[in-house]
């Protein structure tokens, strides 16, 4: 099973509207139109809205190989509240290595601003 | 507005399926039964399901004083995989200044089994 | 090589004055008198020499099974400045599983107070 | 009392071996040669010292305004291990707001390989 299509086999990516823009080796783009039901008591997009799309870009750009990875940690740091309009999660690869591999997704949104950093690293398991 | 009617007004929370359990001073449990669209592709909970439940319990335990509580930065650790039953998420109080507070927040399965942990920092926005 | 002969040989940690105070399966602490060349610029405990106490009782931990055990990523979260007295660094297990384990290190002083709280997951090597 | 100068009397950084090499608005390089005090029980440099060296360029980038940043909490994940040469320390800035700034550091040696990637937050005190 391909990066693109375990995007497409995530139920709980689709349920928060999130979709693949971009999949390739070891980096992927993920977009998310904001909704109300996206937001926060607050009325600011959730934090684990932010998460969940940035979560997709990493899983999608960490199974872009021949070996399943799965998550071990992963952080985000939030710079900007926004409650409309389109977020984009793009990954980029920090690190590849055997059996780990770390990943950094920046979160814009459509001017470019910076809105969230998340960093994850994944656990490489043996191909199948 | 206080902890409890913040977490009632969460959209993204009630989007997926979580509820709160317990609201304290510095402390709150919430509580999510998985349901077929918290899975990812490979029919496991999905990370951001995760990270919302215990986003959630945070958001409900910093609200809980006078301030404005907003999230600054957070991880998670991932420790077992889970595709049904309930899970909950316990947040604690590990440091409360002024304006800035810590969290850690034990996500357990019904066997209490630790499935992650997850840690997070809020800015304490000045009294209203 | 035993995880308390591994803490020994460190000479970094050596170098910064700190010491084992005790080492068990998955659990460690270790202590560190501050000196004024443990300050920084303004004075206080350098973040460094805190992560270093703390990275300490990670490794003795996490080393004590049949197993090399080499940091993936770890984390450090700041509470309290200190200026002088004895910091203790204490290691607990969150979770240990084949290849990956992570543990909690909080740092304290001598009235039990919480100065810091470090997370890291290792990654543990095959038996020798 | 300026960043240049806030790093000349950091007593644990010039303990460990650590030189400014270059500091702006934001942005700072260190250095370190490494040395066997820096070393592990492996014989690696340990962990505390690459991110001693990193919180150099943290500190410095971040205070090179007018306001003195005290960190909140830092993470590093650690890619490949060394045990002789220079190691270079360039922190870039991810976010600066009012109270609160975030800065990316990525480790890197002579050969300009990513040796670990370390990410900080800092908050900043009212100007004096």
């Known amino acids: 099973m391909g990066a693109r299509e375990l995007a497409e086999k995530d139920l709980f990516a689709r349920h928060c509207g999130i979709t693949l823009v971009h999949?390739?080796?070891g980096q992927a783009t993920a977009k998310m139109e904001i909704q109300?039901?996206?937001l926060n008591?607050?009325?600011?997009v959730q934090g684990g809205a932010l998460f969940t799309l940035a979560d997709m870009a990493l899983a999608t750009a960490s199974n872009a190989y021949d070996v399943v990875a799965?998550?071990?940690?992963s952080s985000i740091t939030y710079f900007k509240a926004e409650s409309s309009g389109?977020?984009?999660?793009?990954a980029t690869e920090l690190s590849l290595r055997r059996t780990v591999a770390t990943y950094q997704v920046k979160v814009t949104n459509e001017q470019d601003e910076l809105i969230a950093v998340f960093q994850g690293t994944v656990?490489?398991?043996n191909p199948k």
């Open 41 to 44: 008591g607050v009325g600011i």
């Open 23 to 25: 999949a390739g080796k």
């Open 86 to 90: 389109i977020l984009f999660a793009k």
């Open 123 to 125: 656990y490489r398991k």
């Open 36 to 38: 109300p039901h996206h």
């Open 70 to 73: 799965v998550g071990l940690t």
